[in-house]
C-alpha cells in the first residue's frame, strides 16, 4: 500500500549558510563569514549524505535543491562531489531536478560552466528589484545592469532560469511594478517568483520599522491592487500562477517546491534546514543546528540534527492545508481525511464558498482569486484556529 509521501514525491534540499553580506529583509539563516573551510565542509555535506541514505534506501530522489545563503559561492568542485555521491545513494528519477540558488554578484560564466558540468539543471536567480535606487534599498550588493547581465550568462549556461522579484517596496507605485514586471516578462524566462514585500521579526527593516523608521510602505488596497496586476499580467504572458507567488510556463514549475506543496518527504541537509520523512508509517519533522560552526562540529559526532519531532495526524492534516491550498490545483479532501482521521468541516466549506473563497473542482478543493489575497484566514478557517 502505497505511503502518503508518496502523492507529492521525495526530494532533497541542501543548505549553504554564508552570503557575502545579510539583507536587511532576509531572515532565512544566512551569515557572513571571512574564511570558510571548503574542504571541511564539502566532507561533512557528504557525511550527511550517507547519514540520511542509510534511512531512506531504495527512494526515487525527484528533486534536489541548493539553497542558502547564496549556493552560487560554493565550489563547483563541492556540488558537483555532492551530486555524484546523491546519485551513488539514491534511485533517482529520469527528469531528476537540481536547482541551485544564485545571487547576481556571484555568477561568473567560468563558475556556471562548471555547475552544469557538476550536474545542475536549473538556476533560480535572486535578483529582487529592477532599479538601481531599490536595490540599494534592500540591501544588494548588485545593479540593475549586473543583474541583466548575469541573467544572460545563467541562460547560457542552463536551458532553465528563474529569478524572483520583491514588489510593494517602499514608495512603489502601481504605475513601477507595472513598468517593472512588464521588462521583467520581456525577457526570455519560464519561470518567476514574485513575492510582496514582508517585513519579519528578528531583520534590519523588522527593527526599523518597529522603530517607525521604515517609511513609505504600500497600504491594504495598494497591495492588493499589485497582486491582482501581477496575476494578470503574468496570466497574459502565458505564465500564470501555479503556486500564490510563483508563476510559469507550462512543464516549467519548480518540481523540488512542488515536493512542498504536494507534502512529500523531503531531506534537510546543512545548518537549520528542516525536513520531513516518513520511516516505519511514521512522519517525523527534522531540523538541523542552525549555527554553522555547531553544525559542522555536530556531523563529526552525529549530533547535527536536533531532535526529531513526531507528527500528529492533526500536525499532518493541517501542514498538508497550509501547503497545499497555496496551489492553484488545490487539495484532494479525501487526502485531508485520510491524514486527519476526520473530513474538513462541512459547515466552514460551505460558509467559505458562500463568501467566494473556494470552489470545488473534479474532487479538489480549490482557493479563488479573491481567496488567495486572504490566504491566511482561509487556511485559519479550515483548521479551526
Same mark, same amino acid.
Request: charged share 25%.
Given at each position: ?30 551569515? *557572513? ?30 528533486? *534536489? ?42 555568477? /561568473? ?20 528589484? @529592477? ?44 504605475? /513601477? ?16 517568483? @514574485? ?148 473530513? @474538513? ?37 479550515? *483548521?479551526?484556529?
Amino acid at each position: 500500500m502505497a505511503e502518503d509521501w508518496q502523492q507529492g514525491g521525495f526530494g532533497l534540499y541542501v543548505h549553504w549558510p554564508f552570503c557575502e553580506s545579510k539583507c536587511p529583509y532576509c531572515d532565512f539563516n544566512s551569515h *557572513v563569514s571571512a574564511r570558510i573551510d571548503h574542504d571541511a565542509w564539502r566532507r561533512a555535506y557528504l557525511s550527511e549524505l550517507h547519514r540520511a541514505a542509510a534511512e531512506t534506501p531504495g527512494r526515487v530522489l525527484r528533486s *534536489v535543491y541548493f539553497g542558502g545563503g547564496t549556493p552560487s559561492l560554493m565550489q563547483p568542485e563541492t556540488v558537483a562531489e555532492i551530486i555524484a555521491e546523491l546519485r551513488r545513494l539514491w534511485p533517482v528519477a529520469n527528469d531528476l531536478e537540481i536547482t541551485l540558488e544564485a545571487n547576481p554578484g556571484s555568477v /561568473e560564466a567560468g563558475r556556471f560552466a562548471a555547475y552544469r558540468q557538476a550536474g545542475i539543471s536549473r538556476v533560480s536567480m535572486g535578483i529582487q528589484a @529592477l532599479n538601481d535606487a531599490d536595490l540599494r534599498r534592500l540591501g544588494r550588493l548588485h545593479s540593475t545592469d549586473e543583474a541583466l547581465k548575469a541573467f544572460d550568462i545563467a541562460r547560457s549556461a542552463f536551458d532553465r532560469v528563474s529569478f524572483d522579484l520583491i514588489y510593494a517596496r517602499q514608495d512603489q507605485t502601481l504605475a /513601477e511594478w507595472e513598468a517593472e514586471l512588464t521588462r521583467a516578462l520581456s525577457l526570455a524566462i519560464d519561470h518567476l517568483s @514574485l513575492y510582496q514585500l514582508t517585513i519579519e521579526q528578528g531583520t534590519a527593516f523588522g527593527d526599523r520599522y518597529k522603530a517607525g523608521r521604515l517609511r513609505g510602505l504600500p497600504d491594504e488596497d495598494l497591495g492588493a491592487d499589485m497582486f491582482a496586476l501581477t496575476q494578470e499580467a503574468c496570466g497574459a504572458h502565458g505564465m500564470p500562477a501555479y503556486e500564490v507567488s510563483n508563476h510559469a510556463r507550462d512543464d516549467a514549475q519548480s518540481r523540488h517546491n512542488l515536493v512542498y506543496w504536494r507534502y512529500g518527504d523531503y531531506i534537510g541537509i546543512g545548518p537549520g534546514a528542516h525536513g520531513r520523512l516518513t520511516l516505519d508509517g511514521r512522519r517525523v519533522a527534522t531540523e538541523a543546528r542552525r549555527m554553522p560552526k555547531a553544525w559542522l562540529d555536530g556531523v563529526a559526532t552525529n549530533e547535527a540534527e536536533l531532535p526529531r519531532t513526531a507528527l500528529t495526524p492533526e500536525d499532518q492534516a493541517a501542514e498538508f492545508l497550509l501547503m497545499g491550498l497555496r496551489l492553484k490545483e488545490g487539495i484532494d479532501p479525501v487526502r485531508y481525511a485520510a491524514l486527519a482521521g476526520r473530513p @474538513l468541516d462541512p459547515v466552514t466549506l460551505s460558509d467559505l464558498r458562500d463568501l467566494g473563497m473556494i470552489s470545488d473542482q473534479e474532487d479538489r478543493i480549490i482557493v479563488s482569486e479573491q481567496g488567495f489575497m486572504l490566504l491566511n484566514a482561509v487556511i485559519s478557517r479550515l *483548521v479551526g484556529v
